[in-house]
C-alpha cells in the first residue's frame, strides 16, 4: 500500500531557529495538507496545498509558517522562528479523488522546541 | 461547516467484551466519514472510511462502522475488545477531497 513519508521522526531545536519538516506525499495524489497535534490534544488542520499554491489555511497558520513543493516530490513546512508552543507532532496527508486508499496521513515529525 | 462530536474522552472494556466508541458528525453536505488510530506516540492509522458506498463500513482488526444519516452518526463498534486495541481513537469527517476535521479523541483503555 503506498505510503506518506516524513522525514525526519524527530527533531529538537532551539526557540527561535527555524525548521523544515520534509514529506514525500503518494505520488498520483494531488492535495497535500499538514496538521499538527499537541502533545494530549486533538489532531487540528494547518493548511491545504492543491495545484501549487495554499487552497486553505487555519487561523494557526500564521505568517511563521510557509510550505513549498520545491520539486515533483516532496512537500515542506518551514516554521521561521520556533516557538516553544511549536512544540508538536506534525502530519503530512495527501490525497485524490481518484485513488481509493483516500485520506493517507504520514507517520509525523515530533518537533520539541527547546 | 464540518464537526465532529465523540462522546466519552475516556472508554474502558474488559478483554472480550463489546467496543462501542461514539461519534456524531455535523457537515452541510453528504460526508466523508473517517475513524483513525493513534497508539501511543505513533501516527495516525485509518481503520475505517465511509465514502458515500455501503453504510457499514468495515475496516482492519476486526473494527465496523455504520454510517446513519438519520442519526448523523457514525460510531465504531468491535464485537470482542483485546488486549491490543488499547489505544486512542479518533473520529473525523471531510467534506470531500479537503481538509479533514478531527474529534477530541476516545482513549480505550482494555481491562484483563
Known amino acids: 500500500e503506498p505510503e506518506v513519508t516524513q522525514t525526519p521522526s524527530h527533531q529538537v531545536t532551539q526557540m527561535g531557529q527555524e525548521v523544515i519538516l520534509r514529506c514525500v506525499p503518494i505520488?498520483?495524489?494531488?492535495?497535500f495538507y499538514w496538521y499538527r497535534q499537541i502533545l494530549g490534544q486533538k489532531v487540528e488542520f494547518l493548511v491545504s496545498?492543491?495545484?501549487?499554491?495554499?487552497?486553505?489555511k487555519s487561523e494557526i497558520f500564521d505568517d511563521q509558517f510557509s510550505v513549498e513543493r520545491p520539486d515533483g516530490s516532496n512537500f515542506t513546512l518551514k516554521i521561521r522562528s520556533t516557538k516553544l508552543e511549536d512544540s508538536a507532532m506534525y502530519f503530512c496527508?495527501?490525497?485524490?479523488?481518484?485513488?481509493?486508499?483516500?485520506?493517507?496521513f504520514g507517520s509525523g515529525t515530533r518537533l520539541t522546541v527547546v | 461547516a464540518q464537526s465532529v462530536t465523540q462522546l466519552g474522552s475516556h472508554v474502558s472494556v474488559s478483554e472480550g467484551a463489546l467496543v462501542l466508541l461514539r461519534c456524531n458528525y455535523s457537515?452541510?453536505?453528504?460526508?466523508?466519514l473517517f475513524w483513525y488510530v493513534q497508539y501511543p506516540n505513533q501516527g495516525l492509522q485509518l481503520l475505517l472510511k465511509y465514502t458515500s458506498a455501503a453504510t457499514l463500513v468495515k475496516g482492519i482488526n476486526g473494527f465496523e462502522a455504520e454510517f446513519k444519516k438519520s442519526e448523523t452518526s457514525f460510531h465504531l463498534t468491535k464485537p470482542s475488545a483485546h488486549m491490543s486495541d488499547a489505544a486512542e481513537y479518533f473520529c473525523?469527517?471531510?467534506?470531500?477531497?479537503?481538509?479533514?476535521?478531527f474529534g477530541t479523541g476516545t482513549k480505550l483503555q482494555v481491562i484483563p
Open positions: 496527508a495527501s490525497s485524490t479523488p481518484q485513488d481509493e486508499y483516500g485520506y493517507t
Open positions: 473525523a469527517v471531510s467534506e470531500g477531497y479537503q481538509k479533514v476535521t
Open positions: 457537515s452541510s453536505v453528504p460526508p466523508y
Open positions: 496545498f492543491y495545484n501549487n499554491e495554499i487552497s486553505e
Open positions: 505520488s498520483n495524489h494531488l492535495y
